[in-house]
């Protein structure tokens, strides 16, 4: 979560990223306003695939790692402390599926900005 919230500046400062890159008025003919457009739209684009990927590899790992503790769970029904490892792992889960539905927003509103 930590790694995410600091992959998200660019998003939560957009505002002011388009504020000091595009030039005003007085400062059109010497800033390519197009070219810096190009550039923030890259870089929100290489931002959003990045985070993206990242989840969606934390969410396969750890639905791994559910898998496997819930078959171990199966075989030892009686294992407390393998079932508290599950319902962890299980948590997780569940905390890095809504990290989808966060970061859906995050862009949308970022889109909607830019």
Known sequence: QELLRVMRTIDDRIVHELNTTIPTASFVGKVDAGETCKEL???????????????????????????????????????????????????????????????????DRSWKVL
Do not use: F, G, P
Not at 44 to 68: F, G, P, W, Y
Not at 82 to 101: G, I, V
């Open 41 to 107: 739209y890259q870089s929100l684009m290489d931002a959003h695939t990045s985070r993206e990927r990242i989840i969606k590899n934390c969410i396969a790992q750890t639905s791994s790692v559910v898998k496997t503790l819930r078959e171990e769970r199966e075989k030892a029904q009686d294992d407390v402390a393998l079932l508290k490892q599950l319902r962890k792992e299980q948590t997780k889960l569940k905390l890095m599926q809504s990290e989808l539905n966060v970061e859906e927003v995050v862009n």
